[in-house]
């Protein structure tokens, strides 16, 4: 039975249109399959999505009632609850994550995006500041008009959702860039959220890569850009960007994730192991350091491999696979590269380092997941973004040295730590250069808690209240209600 090959175009002005003669494939990064031949956004394509969400802006969306925008929200949550089964084999199918990764976690937490921004609407307000006698100064939030989105593709609809909900809900309209590699998510979110009463235009999406990318950022008429992806790609939009604009860029990272020799091993294990592992290790906070204290080392490393040696690889769409697909055969050399870039600096191989053969699906690109120790801080491994299932592994004496080695990158996302002593977590949270810091968990998010980094690893912050003012410009107003006395008046 021959299968069927999507074709899709932008979703532009409430409607997805016909596919372009300039199109990409997408493909199964488990079965290698073309899935969907996607047009290929250029300058013109974003100039229609920019007019598109500039006439929603000023005709509906900016106008509309805060609360109802809340309640639009809202209804977005609730069909993406009742769409779990479509957003998560669409991301499984795009993107190569387990299914029980999309369906359940994946979509909840979209759901909870949508659900936590509806309710802030109404609540972006300013301030009343003190002044002298007769003058009344305030400031009030204002949306930027039109936002400039772009995604990378590692989890896609959490991506996406990210940018639009508080986006929309602070009243801009959005222009967002998919992700080339996996751009399904974007599209089914795009036509759910016009299906459920939001405006024609508010929500608008361009497939595409660079030459899409790059017509984005520099449109005059898109005051505020927001970006997730590489710090390299990062600082080339804050570099040749045209004109004077607001950036909330989420950039990469080379998370710490320390063990300390009074922490309970078997937790640091299970947390070590999902940090590094999840998603094949394609996650901007992943653990790709684990620095474990010497006199420990052993039994830790130990511990580890037994488990490690027990993940369950394969078929994305089956339920019980626990790690599934590298997203292209571009990232599957990358991560190759790194492991032999390791070893010829002189780390040591201590499990993986190869691409796997799935049965059935022998086109399918998936790595072992990888262990590399006599890893010193100076060497490539320790101090680059891998972006695959790679955990470079290196020791410390005492909290001084772990606090150095943990800080020692350009980067400064996240850091994790595992110890028993509550003195220890608060003291060495103060210290490190990082925006999030976790102790004796990993990867615990919530629309209500701010994600931003340090460093190289971004400017801004996602999610949380503080999102909202990412979104919003902020206006001083001053009002005297009393004579005038102007300096240059006679007496």
Not at 7 to 32: C, L, V, W
Not at 155 to 164: D, G
Not at 378 to 394: C, T, Y
């Amino acid at each position: 039975m021959e299968k069927r090959i999507e074709r899709r175009g932008h979703f532009i002005d409430g409607q997805e249109e016909e596919m372009k003669d300039e199109y990409f494939i997408s493909y199964n990064p488990a079965t290698g399959e073309e899935i969907a031949f996607v047009s290929q956004g250029d300058k013109e394509d974003v100039t229609r999505a920019v007019r598109s969400a500039q006439r929603a802006y000023e005709k509906t969306w900016k106008k509309m009632d805060p609360s109802e925008r809340g309640k639009i929200l809202k209804r977005i949550a609730h069909r993406i609850r009742q769409e779990s089964e479509s957003f998560g084999l669409t991301d499984t199918r795009d993107a190569g994550r387990p299914i029980t990764h999309t369906t359940n976690g994946d979509v909840e937490a979209v759901a909870r995006l949508f659900d936590f921004y509806s309710a802030l609407p109404e609540y972006a307000r300013g301030s009343t500041i003190p002044t002298p006698s007769n003058l009344l100064n305030y400031t009030k939030r204002e949306p930027y008009g039109v936002v400039g989105a772009i995604v990378p593709w590692n989890y896609p609809m959490i991506n996406v959702a990210t940018k639009v909900a508080p986006v929309i809900a602070c009243g801009n309209t959005i222009v967002l860039k998919s992700a080339e590699q996996a751009p399904l998510a974007a599209l089914l979110l795009a036509r759910i959220a016009v299906e459920e009463g939001l405006p024609n235009g508010v929500f608008n999406v361009i497939n595409g890569e660079a030459e899409a990318g790059k017509a984005l950022v520099n449109h005059r008429d898109v005051h505020k850009i927001t970006f997730t992806g590489s710090s390299k790609v990062g600082q080339h939009i804050l570099n040749n960007s045209n004109g004077i604009k607001s950036f909330t860029l989420e950039l990469g990272g080379k998370t710490a994730n320390l063990v300390f020799e009074d922490a309970n091993l078997d937790e640091a294990v299970e947390g070590t192991m999902f940090t590094i592992f999840n998603n094949q290790g394609q996650t901007c906070t992943a653990g790709t350091r684990l620095l474990v204290h010497e006199d420990i080392a052993e039994a830790f490393l130990e511990k580890l491999i037994s488990k490690v040696g027990k993940l369950r690889i394969g078929d994305p769409l089956n339920p019980t696979t626990q790690i599934g697909a590298v997203i292209s055969a571009k990232q599957l050399e990358r991560i190759r590269h790194y492991i032999e870039v390791g070893k010829n600096e002189g780390a040591t191989l201590l499990i993986g380092g190869k691409q796997m053969e799935v049965e059935g699906l022998e086109k399918g690109l998936f790595m072992e997941p990888t262990i590399l120790t006599n890893v010193s801080s100076d060497m490539r491994i320790a101090n680059e973004e891998i972006f695959g299932p790679v955990l470079s592994v290196l020791t410390f004496k005492n909290e001084e040295e772990a606090v150095r080695i943990a800080n020692g990158t350009d980067f400064g996302l996240a850091t994790t730590l595992w110890t028993r002593d509550l003195g220890k977590a608060h003291r060495l949270a103060e210290k490190f250069e990082s925006g999030i810091v976790w102790v004796n968990t990993v990867h615990t998010l919530t629309p209500g808690s701010a994600y931003g980094g340090y460093k190289n690893s971004g400017v801004g912050v996602e999610e949380g209240i503080e999102a909202m003012e990412q979104y919003m410009k902020l206006k001083s107003i001053w009002i005297n209600y009393g004579p005038y006395k102007g300096p240059f008046q006679e007496n």
